[in-house]
DNA sequence: ATGAAAGCGCTAACAC
DNA sequence: GTGTTAGCGCTTTCAT
């Protein structure tokens, strides 16, 4: 653990200011051979600038957030990837919160407050009136990954869950499906309500619907056991997620059913993990890592002008056809 | 996006000096009706105090960074969140970034004397003498997740690879298994490189050893393909990590072998992933979130403590039975 | 082109 | 117990 240098020793050796030294270190008029003097000085003293002093100084911290609710979710390390790979071009360091339940994501937005990071990008599970409180008195701004009210007025990035949805149905009939159901995750969530009402409105209202307690295998597995051992169990289940799917592919597997012969099973994510199970899972693609990317830009946009008008992104879905839907698909 | 106020308002609003302020809402010695007023103003005003601010004064961030190779690999977001919760307990917050290759690790290592970090928790895929030299350099503690050269004297947290392969090689054994193959990372990681030896000296040297381009399934599927196409082709495959074991069952898969009935795989990491799988995965557990833990803990003691000896920890392993190498397992 | 000096917001001596 | 003052390391006027 070495010693740091500061600016003020540099000046020294090189024998100018530290105003002449900060000028030449970062490129601003100052004669060629101060330039070199510096330069020289600030190498042989391995100089690297204190972050902290230089944001205090500029009033910025160059590091930008992403909260998210659960980093357990394969899709959210995806957007993660996505969201780091763009801010890190832009120089900024990212920081990574898992907030956990509401009341943590509140808590969390409030803390920029803090001025610990210049913006952040936000990804939660339920939107209350809390957060949407403290998003508009965020000192910094804050773009949504999902949904949000109109009044807002905030940078959001959604997917187009209802498209996506419709995709998937409509896929599922044409492989001659005659009972579709619904998987869900908690409907007191975003994806929850969004996917539910979606589901509705492509499958009609007598279409079976039933809600896991969250969003993992082990709940889509509980409520997907319930669901197949009905009399009049469905011949294929859209899920609310992969991982509820990969849940509904487990209770079928256990109840002896063939997929995707006696039960055909679409997810939503299109996840890796839904790329390597067998059966291999049809997925509705929600464009993950885009959403990540062009929250991240929406980001570095509105911090380059903060007065510009809030921008509502949809980025549209595609479905990827595997075997859980279709013998014919890819492994 | 709301103004922020600074500690000179609230004193003032308080009427008292700023010195008393500080102290009022930092709990030092004030009187009673001081506090009283400085809280009310700062309340009034909406106070929070700057993070930045408070960082230059006080020399340190209160921000720990967690740096990985490959945030892709689920193992890494496992340790991720062990590591969160605990220094999230302790007051500080986490910076994540994704080194990537050994040259983005070095970087990310030297760029630590910028000073907006306290400490680093470091997941190197590599270790080369450029690493090695920049951590030495560092002016905060460096706590790495896996093994370092003996001259190192950094603190360490590293699974116990020998003892976890040797458990799988024994249990592979047990079941009857003939001919145990081993199905590894690039040899020239430090996993890579542990795990392969440990193999050769639990199974023998004649024992068969391939290598996959990366840990990733695709790479364990092809390397896998070939492996199993040989004429001596072996009755049971241990894989470096989970990704590679799930290649390695859809090459078997493909090339029409029963699991565990042709083939037995075992794992290492004991993922989420590899218990979702089906069938399900045997996998030698090395820990992962009691080594984000333990080396999160390290740093923290470090912190406090910046005297006290290097310390290198080998987290025990233990072996996760499942339907991959055994009918009997659960499923 | 350069140096002196101010100041970002906060905390910690130090004197009263 | 409180106010005055210095200063963390840096950038940026403002004179010169």
Redesign the interface.
């Known amino acids: 653990?070495?010693?740091?240098a500061t600016i003020t020793q540099v000046a020294q050796r090189a024998g100018v200011s530290v105003a002449s030294a900060s000028r030449a270190l970062n490129g601003l008029t100052s004669a060629t051979a101060t330039v070199e003097a510096v330069r020289a000085a600030a190498r042989e003293l391995?100089y690297?600038?204190?972050?902290?002093?230089r944001?205090?100084k500029l009033g910025r911290?160059l590091?930008l957030a992403y909260a998210v609710a659960d980093?357990?979710n394969?899709v959210y390390?995806e957007m993660?990837?996505a969201i780091?790979e763009v801010v890190a071009g832009a120089g900024y360091?990212?920081?990574?919160?898992?907030t956990g339940d509401a009341a943590g994501t509140v808590d969390l937005v409030t803390?920029l407050?803090?001025?610990?990071a210049d913006g952040m990008v936000l990804s939660p599970l339920r939107v209350t009136d809390e957060l949407v409180e403290a998003i508009?008195?965020?000192?910094?701004?804050v773009v949504v990954l999902g949904r949000m009210p109109e009044a807002a007025a905030v940078d959001t990035v959604a997917p187009d869950s209802p498209g996506g949805v419709a995709l998937a149905v409509a896929h599922l009939r044409e492989r001659g499906a005659r009972r579709i159901a619904f998987v869900n995750g908690p409907f007191d969530t975003t994806p929850g309500r969004v996917r539910g009402t979606a589901f509705t409105d492509a499958a009609g209202a007598d279409a079976i619907t039933v809600a896991a307690t969250d969003f993992t295998?082990v709940a889509g597995e509980a409520v997907a056991h319930e669901l197949l051992s009905r009399p009049d169990r469905p011949d294929a289940v859209l899920a609310a997620n992969d991982l509820l799917a990969?849940g509904v592919?487990?209770a079928a597997?256990?109840l002896g059913l063939q997929t995707p012969g006696d039960l055909a099973v679409v997810g939503v994510d299109d996840t890796?993990?839904g790329k390597?199970?067998?059966p291999s899972l049809t997925s509705v693609n929600l464009g993950a890592p885009e959403r990540g990317r062009r929250a991240a830009e929406l980001l570095l946009a509105r911090l380059q002008d903060?007065g510009r008008k809030p921008q509502q992104i949809v980025v549209p879905a595609s479905l990827s056809v595997r075997r859980s839907s279709d013998g014919k698909g890819s492994?």
Chains 1, 2 share one sequence.
């Not at 690297?48 to 002093?53: G, M, N």
């Not at 407050?113 to 610990?116: A, E, F, L, N, V």
């Not at 508009?136 to 701004?141: L, T």
């Open positions: 653990m070495a010693q740091r391995g690297i600038p204190d972050a902290t002093a944001s205090l911290t590091q980093i357990g394969p390390v993660m990837g780091q360091r990212l920081l990574v919160a898992n803390s407050q803090r001025g610990y508009a008195q965020s000192p910094v701004p295998a990969i592919l487990h597997d256990q890796d993990l390597l199970f067998r903060p492994r």
